[in-house]
C-alpha cells in the first residue's frame, strides 16, 4: 500500500521518501512515549497550573 502511494507521486525521489520514512518513525516514538508515560508523572504536571504556591513569584 505504501508501496503504491509513493510510486503514484511523480517527482517525489529519495529526499520525500525519507521524509515520510522520517515523519513517521517521528510519529510512532511520540506515541510510544506517551503510552508509557508513568501516570505519577502525568498526574504532577497535570496539576501544577492549578497549585497554590509563592515558588517563582516576585515579590
Not at 19 to 37: P, R
Request: negative net charge.
Amino acid at each position: 500500500m505504501i508501496k503504491d502511494i509513493l510510486n503514484s507521486v511523480n517527482g517525489l525521489g529519495v529526499w520525500g521518501s525519507a521524509a515520510i520514512i522520517l515523519f513517521f518513525m517521528v510519529f510512532a516514538w511520540w506515541i510510544f512515549s506517551t503510552l508509557m508515560m508513568n501516570n505519577q508523572h502525568v498526574e504532577h504536571m497535570g496539576s501544577l497550573p492549578l497549585e497554590n504556591g509563592d515558588e517563582g513569584k516576585d515579590a
